[in-house]
């Protein structure tokens, strides 16, 4: 598509940064993987995947779907997202 490796790394370092700035505790871990989201990863290097495991809502202070609007809202907003998908 274009993109190079460098950018897509780029972008998920700014998606990254939203992450860290949710309130301590929230997250327990999360993980990304660039060059990969598709059946054509090996060629994909504009594709990434990033994984977040939320604390047990047990643990949260608000809900998962606040802290989901949340994030979806902020990375809506960095440059060069085409698509967020839930799983």
Do not use: N
Not at 13 to 39: C, H, M, N, W
């Amino acid at each position: 598509i274009g993109t190079s490796l460098e950018a897509t790394s780029d972008t998920i370092r700014k998606i990254e940064a939203i992450i860290e700035e949710l309130p301590e505790g929230e997250v327990d871990s999360y993980f990304a993987q660039i060059g990969t989201g598709g059946r054509h990863a090996s060629t994909s290097p504009h594709l990434a995947t990033l994984t977040l495991d939320l604390a047990p809502p047990s643990q949260l202070q608000r809900s998962v779907a606040k802290i989901q609007s949340e994030l979806r809202q902020k990375i809506k907003e960095v440059k060069g997202i085409r698509a967020i998908k839930k799983g």
